[in-house]
């Protein structure tokens, strides 16, 4: 009886020791709420990778990819519900990614990626435009609650940006703080994935109207105001109109989002003028890239006059890039504008620079 005893408390030490070992190998190399590999797994695959690539000389590339603002649905939510967010995530990542691929959750809310055989490019951009518009465009519903996620990544190439693990996934880390801070780059994934969004802003109905009043500081009375253009997104970020107007400038888009503009405004002052509001003058900011005869003719001029709402409202601003580009034209347009009623106004912008004398 004590020998079998002592063979029966031997054998259950040894479970539990196999058990805890388990147990430690798994937190090393998994992750424990995602189950995707950990940082200490993925950071040797990379290098691993990186020999691989230097006998075959095949390219591959790592991607950081950080989740906008989930902090914020951990404070509202709890960690719980975060956990379970990350999970969907987790699932939505795996399931673009390849069998020769990997994937990692790094940090709280940062995953990475190592795409062996992809390169720089068009692409990987289209690639990576696919896998942003997979995570945000469908909502993930956990507990019966709606959550849009939005991310950011960086990217970094081997062997361009760096000659062993450690550098590029630091190189792929920087690049994502790069894109953090300074917003889509001219040619990277996440312009494809805005482009495809600022399609569907005007149908959607994302974009917000705000005005910014004009006080006269003797007697405090509002004696005009200014029309600002803002893109909320549904998982709450705001897009800059920095960003945004240029785009819709350089993609053909910028046409359509001023009439939404113009019938939005329009749309607010009869409003205002039904709460028997004060009548002020609303200023409008026209992109030079509309200020034409045809644009104005064809679209502007007939909502305006067609609208009800007395031209004197409605101040009609451009910036200085209009003057430059086409100074008698602008002149000219601007004069048929006046005759029609509407109050113009010209954005001077002035820079400030040191001249160095000797």
Sequence with gaps: MGMSAA??????NLTRAVRAEEKLLHTAYLDPVTSLYSRRLISTIVEEQVTRSQQTGRPFVVVDLDLDHFRRINTAFGAAFGD????GVAERLSGLVGDADSLARVAPDEFLLVLPGRKRGAALDRWLATLLRT?????LIIDDQEIFVSARIGVAAFPDDGGNGADLIARAGRNLMRSKSDGPTTDGPELFLLETALHRALDRDEFRLCYQPQIDLGSGRVVAAESLLRWPRPDLSM????????LAETTGLIGPVSVWVVNRLLADLRDWARMDLREVPVGLNLSARLFSDSWLDRALLPILEGSGISPHRVKLELTETALLEDADRTYRIMEKMRDRGFTLAVQVFFCKFAQKTT
């Design 7 to 12: 063979k029966v408390f031997d054998r259950s």
């Design 84 to 87: 379970a967010v990350l999970r």
């Design 135 to 139: 995570l945000t465009e469908q909502s």
């Design 239 to 246: 897009i800059s109109p920095a960003i945004f107007i240029p």
